[in-house]
């Protein structure tokens, strides 16, 4: 709300958006009963369309409505979506159905830019999810003279119009013409393909100048009214910060953030950024007792001894990115965070791909190495082989001598003998 009057858009409400996205899973019912006589048939109401349909609306605090855009999962429907549509409506598709960064800064780029008017400067509204964030939006936004702001987690219900009094209604028309429509046709279901023409009849008949109107001054952003919002609708009536170690409380760690408009802190959940309780200074400082003496395990005089052990949890417990604050998302600051965040993410990707070459290196040097090993145990064993048939030859070539040599012995030996015999007969 300071941002309204530091901008001095306190009297241009033309110059004031909010968007947000809102999901069709296609399991919404309407909240109609149908009654019937007992024993008769059972009604009952049948699933819209197939698949989850992210709808993204920009609304504005003079009651215009910027064109939709609806994101389907998985591809476009492949029958003709566009019929009884505006032309200048914008479709896209993700794997999951829900909103990235791409489609928003696509968004972004083809919808708010050309149609939230050439007077500056512009604020824009919306919650904090990293989804609608990015170096290349935070620039184009800064460049066209658009500030952007979002919201503190957790209330949305509260600060964004859209949410106060404008998704209710429409989820609810939609659920009322889908089941006139069964009706009408028993057999008909409303497909993906036709839900873009139901949504821009139940916008026709909700999403009217005066209910747009409505819900800005009911979210206090126009006109900007502070007093709307209570601190009884942020915090729980009894709620008590959990003791550290006490194993019986929930495991919830706290952050207090004083308030000098309010004399009195607050206190938010580090793991989910709500406000849990506001706390006077005398409360917060006072003493906090030994879990351990509370349920009576040990004396007073030991409380300052014995002390309960961490738990576990706490100890490994890394930092959260839950935001908990609302943010200037085209202030300096968030600029630096996310090119900082960029450049670290730059790094960390160069530093994998820098291991992923190491290893791949390290590993075709063991291949290498590997192979090297085979080729010398291979040539050890073709030497081996040739050693061995260089031997064996050998053998046979002594083999055959030796032969050779005892059969001229046999020859010679049966010489020798003939010859005695010849002479044993001439001397007879």
């Known amino acids: 709300m300071d941002t309204v009057d530091s901008l001095g858009l306190t009297n241009k409400p033309n110059q004031i958006f909010n968007c947000d996205e809102s999901g069709f899973s296609g399991k919404e019912k309407s909240k109609e009963k149908v009654l019937t006589t007992k024993g008769s048939h059972s009604y009952q109401q049948k ?4 698949g989850h349909i992210t709808v993204h609306m920009c609304i504005a605090g003079d009651g215009h409505v910027l064109p939709s855009f609806i994101i389907f999962d998985g591809c476009l429907p492949h029958r003709n979506f566009k019929d009884g549509v505006p032309d200048n409506w914008l479709y896209g598709s993700s794997e999951s159905g829900y909103m990235d960064t791409e489609l928003f800064e696509n968004w972004f780029d083809q919808v708010f830019i050309p149609f ?10 919306f919650d904090n999810h990293d ?4 170096i290349d939006l935070i620039e184009k936004a ?3 003279n658009i500030h952007i702001i979002g919201l503190p987690p957790h209330t949305t219900h509260l600060l964004q119009p859209l949410d106060v009094a404008i998704f209710g209604p429409l989820k609810e028309k939609v659920n009322q013409l889908a089941v006139t429509v069964g009706n009408l046709n028993k057999s008909a279901t409303i497909g993906k393909s036709k839900f873009p023409a139901l949504l821009n009849t139940a916008i026709d008949q909700t999403v009217t100048l005066a209910r747009v109107k409505e819900s800005f001054k009911k979210s206090g952003m126009y006109p900007v009214d502070r007093s709307i919002i209570r601190n009884s609708q942020l915090a729980p009536a009894d709620f008590n910060k959990p003791e550290k170690g006490n194993k019986e409380t929930t495991d919830v760690d706290v952050a207090i953030i004083t308030s000098n408009d309010l004399q009195e802190s607050t206190i938010l959940c580090h793991c989910c950024g709500n406000i849990l309780s506001y706390a006077t200074e005398i409360e917060l400082n006072k003493p906090t007792e030994n879990p351990l003496v509370t349920k009576n395990l040990i004396p007073k005089g030991l409380a300052d001894v014995l002390l309960p052990p961490e738990n576990p949890s706490q100890a490994k417990k890394t930092s959260s990115k839950i935001v908990t604050e609302a943010r200037v998302i085209t ?3 968030m600029l630096q965070k996310l090119q900082y965040k960029h450049d670290e993410a730059i790094k960390l990707t160069e530093e994998k791909e820098k291991r992923k070459t190491e290893r791949a290196r390290k590993k075709e040097e063991a291949e290498v190495l590997k ?6 145990i291979e ?3 073709r030497d081996r082989e040739i050693r061995d048939s260089e031997k064996k030859r050998k053998q046979r070539r002594r083999d055959r001598r030796r032969k050779k040599k005892e059969m001229c012995n046999l020859t010679n030996k049966s010489l020798l003998n003939s010859t005695s015999m010849l002479h044993v007969l001439i001397h007879l």
């Open 47 to 50: 699933v819209m369309v197939h």
């Open 116 to 125: 939230c008017g050439t007077r500056r400067p512009v604020l824009l509204i």
């Open 131 to 134: 989804s609608h964030i990015n």
């Open 142 to 144: 800064k460049a066209s």
């Open 331 to 333: 202030g300096d600051e």
């Open 371 to 376: 192979e090297a090993k085979k080729e010398e």
């Open 379 to 381: 040539r050890k064993k």
